[in-house]
């Protein structure tokens, strides 16, 4: 898979996460990811097809990070992942997505985004909508590690 389908989405996550949660992230090292388990508490996944080429994003956090990520957007705790915090996952998963797609429009490449589902679940699979390889991204951040997969393959 091409960096230039993998770099729109680390930069559009640091973004979203600096200017909507006040967390500072950074990527690490992408590698090549062969299971589908999840390696968060909560992931959120999109599909995005185009006439070039069609993929999914997916953002999956543990408990304590997410929960972090919640006290600094809303101002207010929670002590599990509830239904808000699902529907925040589900929103920053949005957010991140319709911002890499901003940018890979700027390199030529059109998408439609699905609308983003998100599971829960210590143990949950992601199922990309891509036969192409899936690329895990390991973010480390100030309120602890999380991880984006992206998943893309040629539409022949």
Same mark, same amino acid.
């Given at each position: 898979?091409?960096?230039?389908?993998?770099? #729109?989405?680390?930069e559009?996550?640091?973004?979203?996460?600096a200017t909507?949660?006040?967390t &500072?992230?950074?990527? %690490?090292? #992408?590698?090549?990811?062969?299971?589908?388990?999840?390696?968060?508490d909560?992931?959120?996944?999109?599909?995005?097809?185009?006439?070039?080429?069609?993929?999914?994003?997916?953002?999956?956090?543990?408990?304590e990070?997410?929960?972090?990520?919640?006290? %600094?957007?809303?101002?207010?705790?929670?002590?599990?992942?509830n239904?808000?915090?699902?529907?925040?996952?589900?929103?920053?998963?949005?957010?991140a997505?319709?911002?890499?797609?901003?940018?890979?429009?700027?390199?030529g490449?059109e998408?439609?985004?699905?609308?983003?589902?998100?599971?829960?679940?210590?143990g949950?699979?992601i199922d990309?909508?891509s036969?192409?390889?899936?690329?895990?991204? #390991?973010?480390?951040?100030?309120?602890?590690?999380?991880f984006?997969?992206?998943?893309? &393959?040629?539409?022949?």
């Amino acid at each position: 898979m091409d960096v230039k389908f993998i770099n #729109p989405f680390l930069e559009s996550v640091t973004n979203v996460l600096a200017t909507m949660a006040q967390t &500072e992230s950074k990527a %690490r090292k #992408p590698i090549l990811k062969k299971s589908t388990i999840a390696l968060g508490d909560v992931t959120g996944i999109i599909g995005m097809s185009g006439e070039q080429v069609k993929g999914s994003f997916a953002i999956s956090f543990s408990k304590e990070v997410i929960l972090a990520i919640y006290q %600094r957007m809303l101002m207010e705790e929670a002590a599990s992942i509830n239904s808000d915090c699902i529907d925040m996952v589900g929103e920053l998963t949005n957010i991140a997505t319709g911002g890499a797609k901003n940018l890979l429009a700027e390199k030529g490449y059109e998408f439609e985004l699905a609308t983003p589902v998100v599971v829960s679940g210590g143990g949950h699979q992601i199922d990309h909508m891509s036969k192409g390889p899936t690329i895990l991204i #390991p973010f480390t951040s100030d309120v602890g590690d999380f991880f984006i997969e992206v998943s893309f &393959e040629a539409v022949t």
